[in-house]
Nanobody, 127 residues
Framework: VQLVESGGGLVQPGGSLRLSCATPGFRHDRYAVAWFRQAPGKEREAVACISGGTRNTHYGDTVKGRFTMSSDDAKNTVLLSMNDLDSEDTAVYFC?????????????????????WGQGTQVTVSS
């Protein structure tokens, strides 16, 4: 199943951006969905994850209070609203999904637990 991200681009520091990911075939009430990011020379890190079933949400420490992940079940889409962006947020952002619910999402919000990935979308924060 191919996940498809969109919405990346260039934004100035302090600005906002919203990413979208189409997740065909993944029912959000059952499957875990997530956003990860990877900057050049750095490891892939968790941005936000939502568990299936319980719909618990976990955010990475560096984005708490600035980013919000949500799920549009009718459109089978997950969204990532990003506010107060700075240069440290520059990265390729990946959408991920897994057929397991991961109720303890704080533990499972790690890239190696997710089986299905999109191609990624570039976000660049620069003046």
């Amino acid at each position: 199943v191919q996940l498809v991200e969109s919405g990346g681009g260039l934004v100035q520091p302090g600005g906002s951006l919203r990413l979208s990911c189409a997740t065909p075939g993944f029912r959000h009430d059952r499957y875990a969905v997530a956003w990860f990011r990877q900057a050049p020379g750095k490891e892939r890190e968790a941005v936000a994850c939502i568990s299936g079933g319980t719909r618990n949400t976990h955010y990475g420490d560096t984005v708490k209070g600035r980013f919000t992940m949500s799920s549009d079940d009718a459109k089978n889409t997950v969204l990532l609203s990003m506010n107060d962006l700075d240069s440290e947020d520059t990265a390729v952002y990946f959408c991920a999904a897994d057929p397991r619910a991961f109720d303890n999402i704080s533990f499972y919000c790690r890239s190696y637990y997710f089986a299905n990935w999109g191609q990624g979308t570039q976000v660049t924060v620069s003046s």
